[in-house]
């Protein structure tokens, strides 16, 4: 998701939902992608990440997809969880480990 | 363990104070970082620091100077600093500066400039 002014989208899901974010990236030289969950008040912390020569990548509870025809990266959380309240962060890696970060997308849980 | 640590988690000075924010990792990592964060937006990067020596510096005002002492210490010190300079500094950590390397970053440094 992309940041409009000063208002980050919003993904509101009932506790329990699998929730799935999406990311645009820019740049066809990016071969790294590392997503991020910032709670409030505190530093970006690190989910998970995919290397280009990979189109999927799971975790515990996620799952990164990655389509660089179209340069489209998602983030899917299963069974939704209130602790999993925050705003989440694409980044792109290109070789030089300069990280350009997408706009965000807060996710909220409704109990 | 990977625990980038940060002080002080709030800071409020002056325009015309001297301060310095700190940032430790302990995880041998040769690259750090220093970011920029204002609300509702993404990190911005301002330094990166590269087997202690800095690599690249966004065109980031003179007022901030990164210093790196040593692998595992990286500070920023901040002078004569403007309102607009109020947000969120963020220390990142990374095993090495170039490939597909990992940023892992610490809690952050709330900044309000008066």
């Known amino acids: 998701g992309e940041s409009v002014g000063l208002h980050l989208p919003t993904l509101s899901v009932q506790e329990g939902d699998n929730s799935i974010i999406n990311c645009a990236y820019s740049?066809?030289?990016?071969?790294?992608f590392i997503w991020y969950k910032q709670e409030s008040g505190k530093g970006p912390q690190f989910i998970i990440d995919?290397?280009?020569?990979?189109d999927k990548r799971q975790g515990q509870r996620v799952t990164v997809l990655l389509n660089k025809t179209v340069k489209h990266l998602s983030l899917q959380i299963a069974a939704t969880q209130p602790g999993d309240s925050a705003v989440y962060f694409c980044?792109?890696?290109?070789?030089?480990?300069?990280?350009?970060f997408g706009g965000g997308t807060r996710l909220m849980v409704k109990p | 363990d990977t625990e980038v640590t940060q002080t002080p988690k709030h800071l409020v000075m002056g325009m015309t104070n001297k301060k310095s924010l700190k940032c430790e990792q302990h995880?041998?990592?040769?690259?750090m970082y220093w970011y920029k964060q204002k609300a509702k937006k993404p990190p911005e990067l301002m330094f990166v620091?590269?087997?202690?020596?800095?690599?690249i510096n966004e065109s980031v005002p003179s007022r901030f100077s990164p210093e790196c002492p040593n692998s595992s210490l990286l500070n920023l010190h901040l002078h004569a600093l403007q309102p607009e300079d109020s947000a969120l500094y963020l220390c990142?950590?990374?095993?090495?500066?170039?490939?597909?390397?990992?940023?892992?970053f610490g809690p952050g440094t709330r900044l309000l400039v008066l």
């Open positions: 740049n066809s030289a990016s071969d790294y």
């Open positions: 995919i290397r280009s020569n990979m």
């Open positions: 995880m041998g990592h040769r690259a």
């Open positions: 990142a950590s990374s095993q090495y500066w170039q490939g597909q390397e990992t940023q892992y």
């Open positions: 620091y590269s087997y202690e020596k800095l690599s």
């Open positions: 980044a792109e890696n290109d070789a030089g480990n300069m990280l350009t």
